[in-house]
């Protein structure tokens, strides 16, 4: 049982969304009684968001699924400053110029994850340079700066770090948290926006807007942030070895995005299937429970269903596809070193254990047995964790060989002579 009665938290919390909310019982009442209008905020600080921002945009997606009203508010105005919140520096200030052409970049990729328009469960896109870009200095100051503590504002941790490592934050930068807070407020306003979400970093930033609000007259807000990705490993999310996992399919193509997610360590697929797929759960539990032999072709299908929210489910299946063929071309590629086994002995069966030191690639049995548990031994690309496991006919592929892993390195042709 959910702890949520809301269709829209209960979504939320069992696929794995949520960090801190301000108010749990009361946004769930929110939730289960009315449509709810919620946003999330992104600065244009690149001309293309990247993975780390997708569990953002699935939030976003679950409200609209749920039934509710979500907003995605472009920070042309926010992002002229600069969020310091957890930043050990200051941020190159972009040009109007660049802020507008990445915000126009940006917004492309939304379109696949939420349906726009004017009705009232269509989703809104903002851009709070609208209210920001115009505000009068000492109006400002006078009307919205006096509610705000300095004392209370030095304390949040977002930018502690910078301050006890006396590490400058300058006035500018300082400012931010105000901007967002009155976003939060103005657009309580214009669309009778109740909650904010964000990453867990934007803690301070939200609930600094859930304080102005109390003290402006909206009713009350909300606040729910979801938490910091990273990889079993600790990478953070969205950062390859190649770089950033762009979303906009002009910066990453929709083979390389595919090849990201398949390359998942086996320790995340469960939870990444959650986050980033909309698969129902049961079938999520069914293919977790798949894991431990199958788990590349779990790999495969998580690769397949983010790829076909974000670029479409044919251009997905085409990466799958490419994939697919790449791998076996390489299979076949002369350049991978070979062994000959006897076609008899393999007719007959050979151990997994003695194949793999037939093939050089442990010293002994017990080695050979150590490298199958500790999951480092593939055959034709899939783990085997059955150390008695007997290679026959049966294992050798349309193209005449068995192709034997150690690692992600090490391949051996086996070939039936
Ligand atoms: N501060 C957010 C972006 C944001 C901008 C404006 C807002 O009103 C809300 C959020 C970030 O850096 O990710």
């Given at each position: 049982m959910s702890r949520f009665k809301s269709d829209f938290l209960r979504t939320l919390d069992e696929r794995g969304f949520?960090?801190?909310?301000?108010d749990e019982a009361g946004l769930d009442e929110l939730f289960a009684k009315e449509t709810v209008t919620a946003y999330i905020g992104f600065d244009p600080t690149a001309p293309s968001l990247h993975a780390g921002g997708l569990i953002q945009i699935m939030m976003l997606h679950w409200m609209q699924q749920t039934g509710h009203r979500p907003i995605s508010l472009m920070g042309g105005g926010t992002g002229m400053v600069g969020d310091p919140?957890?930043?050990?520096d200051a941020r190159q200030l972009m040009t109007i110029d660049t802020i507008e052409s990445n915000i126009a970049s940006i917004k492309r990729v939304f379109a696949n994850y939420l349906s726009y328009g004017e009705g009232a469960k269509d989703a809104m896109m903002i851009n709070n340079g609208d209210w920001l870009r115009d505000i009068n200095y000492l109006e400002f100051l006078r009307d919205v700066g006096r509610h705000f503590s300095v004392n209370r504002m030095l304390s949040f941790d977002s930018v502690k770090t910078r301050l006890d490592r006396e590490q400058s934050l300058s006035f500018l930068e300082f400012n931010y948290m105000i901007l967002q807070a009155y976003d939060f407020v103005e657009l309580n306003k214009r669309y009778g926006c109740r909650l904010q979400m964000g990453g867990s970093d934007q803690w301070g930033n939200i609930v600094n807007g859930i304080d102005l609000g109390h003290r402006m007259g909206t009713p009350q807000l909300y606040a729910l942030t979801s938490p910091l990705l990273t990889t079993a490993s600790g990478a953070k999310m969205g950062k390859s070895l190649n770089g950033a996992v762009w979303l906009n399919p002009d910066m990453l193509s929709a083979y390389d995005f595919w090849q990201y997610w398949r390359n998942t360590e086996d320790a995340d697929v469960s939870r990444f299937l959650k986050l980033y797929?909309?698969?129902p759960m049961d079938e999520i539990a069914r293919l977790s429970a798949l894991a431990g032999s199958e788990i590349n072709e779990v790999k495969k299908i998580l690769a397949t269903e983010v790829t076909a929210m974000l670029h479409g489910r044919e251009n997905a299946e085409q990466a799958a596809e490419t994939a697919r063929k790449t791998f076996e071309e390489g299979a076949l590629a002369d350049n991978l070193p070979s062994i000959d086994v006897a076609k008899s002995e393999l007719e007959a069966g050979i151990g997994l254990l003695a194949l793999i030191v037939k093939a050089g690639l442990a010293a002994s049995n017990g080695e050979a047995r150590r490298h199958v548990q500790g999951g480092a031994v593939r055959i034709n690309d899939v783990a085997i964790s059955d150390e008695r496991k007997i290679i026959g006919s049966?294992?050798?592929t349309a193209d005449g060989v068995i192709k034997l892993s150690l690692g992600k390195k090490k391949h051996i042709l086996v070939r039936p002579a």
């Open positions: 949520i960090h801190q909310i301000s919140s957890f930043k050990d797929t909309t698969l049966g294992e050798v």
